[in-house]
């Protein structure tokens, strides 16, 4: 088992089920909090966006009935002859029993037309007698023609209208189109109930059809843009009667459809007019709608009718402004005005709630934008409370970690603590034998000079792990200073091995020295502290002599890299498992194999020779696998002249 798992599960479970209690109540809380916000922010849009419809469709409803004020504003001015700006493509009418005025657009036809005034009938009462009881044709011709003469329109009509008839019994159709064409120069001038021109036209066609004349179609023309151009004032019937000649339905003029459209809305409009004496109210023809108000005057009943579309010019400013669309509906449900408006996306007033003609429905102009909108901002909050709980969980495990590592380092110091002083008692146990011994008096005087050099020994060793406690303790508190100098890495590394050799006679034979150098003798010169170096090389030394065998190598060498000089130890151990690479740098750490060799020590070698490298500029390394030993190499700066 590695010891990074070990240390893992060294781990209190308590303390484990505490942090993530702990951690878990704010993460919780955290979560709940911004699920909360969300929805709610959720329910605020949806009222946001009820509470903007709203105000739209009050302001629109508002908008409305002030333009349709405006138009109920100009009836009595109209109506009392006033000079007045009327809308575009709109009619303003005057009534009783009959139409009495009319302004703006010119009708083809009207609902009620005020009747003609009749011709005496004494006037013709000889020459009819002649034409009807006598046939004297040709002196009722004659008679006729006179009577034509007339200066007043009235009467002339009359009598052309007589006279084409008699030229028509005669078989004199030239002739007697020639006076329809007479009569048609007439106008308005009524006629047999009838504007003279449009009875004109409709016997000129006749005679066509009859005589098969190539101009039938021209006159048809004539005929149809007599009635649409709304020059007559005629009624519906009348209307009819005359379009009855055209052998096949005639369509107006583009031109002209919107005032036949508005005619239609006017006749429909009409009964009411009659039986409310003011109002608003709308009317559907085709794919056009109209807006009309209404009110009784001293001077009849005046009406104002036109387009929705006019109608609603300034409302369109203000839908614009506010980033929404209209849509009307009549009472019987039928879009007047606008787009469809989907039910779950508008807010409905309907006519009774506005005293207007139409329910109302607002929705957002553009749904989607307004969404993605309100989806940004939630995924901005959604984000930042994501980062809250990444933070909390981070904290969370950092302070774990930390935790968990100070009781690691506490235990390792006890482990320390422990080790340190079973290092500490073999020489003092010695040094307090020797010295009983001693003090009995009873010891030979030839083993005086073996006890006091075992002594001396014992004390020595004793001084070197003081000091090496010591050191360690300088050097993981940055309190150790260093003395640079210029140094000859290869001679410094052959020293420190000879001193080795020197203190461990049984161990001399195993380390093996190699200098490898790019040209053969040549110096490798480092700015060292010599005293430090050696330290750093004489831990790896001893940690490769404690985990090789008595009679495997020990191989050092010195190598430059470029711009660094690498000093290895290799040995030919047990090895160290790469999850321990890191581990056995920290203080007081062990590997797995000093427990399984059971090899005694204190865990700051290889912390100290670490820290001293990195004092140096360089680093250590590490080459291990298990069963195939380790190297250890202090990779070291080469002055800037040797490099």
């Given at each position: 088992?590695?010891?990074?798992?070990?240390?893992?599960?060294?781990?209190?479970?308590?303390?484990?089920?505490?942090?993530?209690?702990?951690?878990?109540?704010?993460?919780?809380?955290?979560?709940?909090?911004?699920?909360?916000?969300?929805?709610?922010?959720?329910?605020?849009?949806?009222?946001?966006?009820?509470?903007?419809?709203?105000?739209?469709?009050?302001?629109?409803?508002?908008?409305?009935?002030?333009?349709?004020?405006?138009?109920?504003?100009?009836?009595?001015?109209?109506?009392?002859?006033?000079?007045?700006?009327?809308?575009?493509?709109?009619?303003?009418?005057?009534?009783?029993?009959?139409?009495?005025?009319?302004?703006?657009?010119?009708?083809?036809?009207?609902?009620?037309?005020?009747?003609?005034?009749?011709?005496?009938?004494?006037?013709?009462?000889?020459?009819?007698?002649?034409?009807?009881?006598?046939?004297?044709?040709?002196?009722?011709?004659?008679?006729?023609?006179?009577?034509?003469?007339?200066?007043?329109?009235?009467?002339?009509?009359?009598?052309?209208?007589?006279?084409?008839?008699?030229?028509?019994?005669?078989?004199?159709?030239?002739?007697?189109?020639?006076?329809?064409?007479?009569?048609?120069?007439?106008?308005?001038?009524?006629?047999?109930?009838?504007?003279?021109?449009?009875?004109?036209?409709?016997?000129?066609?006749?005679?066509?059809?009859?005589?098969?004349?190539?101009?039938?179609?021209?006159?048809?023309?004539?005929?149809?843009?007599?009635?649409?151009?709304?020059?007559?004032?005629?009624?519906?019937?009348?209307?009819?009667?005359?379009?009855?000649?055209?052998?096949?339905?005639?369509?107006?003029?583009?031109?002209?459809?919107?005032?036949?459209?508005?005619?239609?809305?006017?006749?429909?409009?009409?009964?009411l007019w009659q039986q409310q004496s003011a109002?608003?109210?709308?009317?559907?023809?085709?794919?056009?709608?109209?807006?009309?108000?209404?009110?009784?005057?001293?001077?009849?009943?005046?009406?104002?009718?036109?387009?929705?579309?006019?109608?609603?010019?300034?409302?369109?400013?203000?839908?614009?402004?506010?980033?929404?669309?209209?849509?009307?509906?009549?009472?019987?449900?039928?879009?007047?005005?606008?787009?469809?408006?989907?039910?779950?996306?508008?807010?409905?007033?309907?006519?009774?709630?506005?005293?207007?003609?139409?329910?109302?429905?607002?929705?957002?102009?553009?749904?989607?934008?307004?969404?993605?909108?309100?989806?940004?901002?939630?995924?901005?909050?959604?984000?930042?409370f994501g980062v809250m709980l990444l933070a909390?969980?981070?904290?969370?495990?950092?302070?774990?970690?930390?935790?968990?590592?100070?009781?690691?380092?506490?235990?390792?110091?006890?482990?320390?603590?422990?080790?340190?002083?079973?290092?500490?008692?073999?020489?003092?146990?010695?040094?307090?034998?020797?010295?009983?011994?001693?003090?009995?008096?009873?010891?030979?005087?030839?083993?005086l000079p073996l006890y006091y050099g075992a002594?001396?020994?014992?004390?020595?060793?004793?001084?070197?792990?003081?000091?090496?406690?010591?050191?360690?303790?300088?050097?993981?508190?940055?309190?150790?200073?260093?003395?640079?100098?210029?140094?000859?890495?290869?001679?410094?590394?052959?020293?420190?091995?000879?001193?080795?050799?020197?203190?461990?006679?049984?161990?001399?034979?195993?380390?093996?020295?190699?200098?490898?150098?790019?040209?053969?003798?040549?110096?490798?010169?480092?700015?060292?502290?010599?005293?430090?170096?050696?330290?750093?090389?004489?831990?790896?030394?001893?940690?490769?002599?404690?985990?090789?065998?008595?009679?495997?190598?020990?191989?050092?060498?010195?190598?430059?890299?470029?711009?660094?000089?690498?000093?290895?130890?290799?040995?030919?151990?047990?090895?160290?498992?790469?999850?321990?690479?890191?581990?056995?740098?920290?203080?007081?750490?062990?590997?797995?194999?000093?427990?399984?060799?059971?090899?005694?020590?204190?865990?700051?070698?290889?912390?100290?020779?670490?820290?001293?490298?990195?004092?140096?500029?360089?680093?250590?390394?590490?080459?291990?696998?298990?069963?195939?030993?380790?190297?250890?190499?202090?990779?070291?700066?080469?002055?800037?002249?040797?490099?």
């Amino acid at each position: 088992m590695g010891l990074a798992l070990r240390n893992q599960l060294a781990a209190p479970v308590t303390l484990l089920a505490l942090f993530v209690f702990l951690a878990g109540i704010p993460l919780v809380a955290v979560g709940w909090l911004g699920w909360r916000l969300l929805e709610q922010d959720r329910a605020l849009d949806v009222q946001r966006v009820r509470e903007r419809l709203d105000n739209a469709a009050a302001l629109a409803a508002r908008e409305i009935d002030r333009s349709l004020a405006a138009r109920n504003d100009l009836l009595i001015p109209a109506a009392q002859g006033e000079s007045v700006s009327l809308p575009a493509d709109a009619v303003f009418l005057v009534f009783d029993s009959r139409l009495l005025q009319r302004q703006g657009v010119r009708l083809p036809y009207y609902p009620k037309a005020s009747p003609p005034l009749d011709v005496p009938a004494i006037l013709f009462a000889d020459a009819e007698a002649q034409e009807f009881r006598n046939q004297d044709l040709s002196n009722v011709a004659v008679s006729y023609r006179a009577i034509a003469a007339s200066k007043d329109r009235s009467v002339r009509g009359a009598a052309l209208m007589r006279l084409a008839r008699v030229l028509r019994k005669q078989q004199k159709l030239r002739e007697a189109f020639a006076v329809y064409g007479e009569l048609a120069g007439l106008g308005e001038t009524p006629v047999a109930g009838s504007p003279a021109e449009l009875v004109a036209r409709r016997e000129r066609i006749v005679l066509l059809n009859a005589t098969g004349g190539d101009e039938a179609a021209k006159e048809k023309q004539l005929l149809v843009s007599a009635l649409f151009d709304g020059r007559f004032q005629i009624d519906r019937a009348t209307f009819d009667f005359y379009q009855e000649v055209l052998s096949t339905p005639h369509a107006p003029a583009e031109t002209s459809r919107p005032s036949l459209d508005l005619a239609r809305a006017v006749e429909a409009l009409w009964p009411l007019w009659q039986q409310q004496s003011a109002g608003r109210a709308a009317s559907a023809v085709n794919e056009s709608v109209f807006a009309a108000v209404w009110r009784r005057t001293p001077a009849g009943t005046a009406a104002l009718i036109g387009r929705v579309d006019d109608l609603m010019t300034s409302t369109q400013a203000v839908l614009q402004n506010l980033d929404v669309r209209l849509a009307l509906e009549d009472p019987s449900g039928r879009l007047s005005w606008g787009s469809p408006v989907a039910d779950a996306d508008r807010v409905t007033r309907t006519f009774r709630e506005t005293d207007l003609p139409w329910t109302i429905h607002v929705a957002l102009a553009d749904p989607v934008a307004a969404q993605a909108i309100s989806n940004s901002r939630r995924n901005v909050l959604a984000a930042g409370f994501g980062v809250m709980l990444l933070a909390i969980t981070a904290a969370g495990y950092f302070v774990f970690r930390a935790v968990r590592r100070e009781l690691d380092v506490a235990r390792l110091q006890s482990d320390f603590v422990a080790a340190v002083s079973h290092e500490f008692r073999t020489p003092l146990t010695a040094m307090c034998h020797l010295t009983e011994m001693l003090e009995e008096g009873a010891t030979p005087p030839d083993r005086l000079p073996l006890y006091y050099g075992a002594l001396g020994r014992e004390s020595r060793r004793l001084h070197a792990m003081v000091e090496s406690l010591l050191d360690f303790g300088r050097i993981d508190a940055g309190r150790r200073g260093y003395q640079f100098v210029d140094t000859d890495a290869t001679e410094l590394v052959k020293q420190v091995v000879q001193e080795c050799r020197d203190h461990a006679p049984s161990a001399a034979h195993r380390i093996e020295w190699q200098a490898l150098s790019v040209r053969a003798r040549e110096p490798v010169r480092i700015r060292a502290d010599r005293e430090a170096l050696a330290l750093a090389l004489r831990n790896l030394l001893d940690n490769a002599s404690k985990y090789s065998p008595e009679s495997s190598p020990i191989r050092v060498s010195v190598r430059p890299q470029g711009a660094f000089v690498g000093i290895s130890v290799e040995d030919e151990g047990v090895g160290i498992p790469k999850d321990e690479h890191r581990a056995i740098f920290r203080k007081f750490a062990r590997g797995s194999s000093a427990r399984a060799l059971n090899v005694k020590g204190t865990g700051i070698g290889l912390t100290m020779a670490e820290q001293i490298v990195k004092a140096h500029g360089g680093r250590l390394e590490l080459q291990s696998e298990p069963g195939r030993g380790s190297r250890f190499t202090a990779l070291l700066p080469v002055r800037p002249s040797h490099a």
